[in-house]
T-cell receptor, first 115, second 115 residues
């Protein structure tokens, strides 16, 4: 069984400050991990993903995440928040392989960026 | 690339009627598509996995006779909510699996309101 825990349902940061969104996972097999962003009334957009190889993954919009197996974590960071980063962020872990790869999502973190 | 569309983006219907939602992969072929449901302020819950040319696989607790899924081509999957009731009101999101990038791409979602 696989699960994802996102610590903090709401995170507020000032514009220009560091963004840190926490994600811990549980997986019985080597995980594939994902971060998605959702703007109001829209679908999900992939920010970045970890499959194998380099543990520091860079994504779009200046975001990056580091896979830490010893801590079962995949936290999302961005050095300097922008107002346009305000959205809901979901961490996900996949099960299955190839076309059967199903995603299990965390409960989400609402990021607010203060001016 | 890797664009997924959904139609309609929102629909309002009367209780007891059926509603069909389309999910299309616009620039790639998807042997597998997924249907999710999202309640307000909550995460995405996988409803079913749709496989081209075969029956869908439903998650536990999802009524297959109520949520009919058809994946007739490599670019189209449909979800039909039969005999809809107010409790079926939700945000329905589909995703399509792209084999070349081994990534799920999400549609913009369909807001269903049942009166």
């Amino acid at each position: 069984a696989q699960s994802v825990t996102q610590l903090g349902s709401h995170v507020s940061v000032s514009e220009g400050a560091l963004v840190l969104l926490r994600c811990n996972y549980s997986s019985s097999v080597p995980p594939y991990l994902f971060w998605y962003v959702q703007y109001p009334n829209q679908g999900l957009q992939l920010l970045l993903k970890y499959t194998t190889g380099a543990t520091l993954v860079k994504g779009i919009n200046g975001f990056e995440a580091e896979f830490k197996k010893s801590e079962t974590s995949f936290h999302l960071t961005k050095p300097s928040a922008h107002m346009s980063d305000a959205a809901e962020y979901f961490c996900a872990v996949s099960r299955g392989s190839g076309s059967a790869r199903q995603l299990t999502f965390g409960s989400g973190t609402q990021l607010t960026v203060l001016p | 690339g890797a664009v997924v569309s959904q139609h309609p983006s929102w629909v309002i219907c009367k209780s007891g009627t059926s509603v069909k939602i389309e999910c299309r992969s616009l620039d790639f072929q998807a042997t597998t598509m997924f249907w999710y449901r999202q309640f307000p302020k909550q995460s995405l819950m996988l409803m079913a996995t749709s496989n081209e040319g075969s029956k869908a696989t439903y998650e536990q607790g999802v009524e297959k006779d109520k949520f009919l899924i058809n994946h007739a081509s490599l670019t189209l999957s449909t979800l039909t909510v039969t005999s809809a009731h107010p409790e079926d009101s939700s945000f329905y999101i589909c995703s399509a699996w792209a084999g070349d990038t081994d990534t799920q791409y999400f549609g913009p979602g369909t807001r269903l309101t049942v009166l």
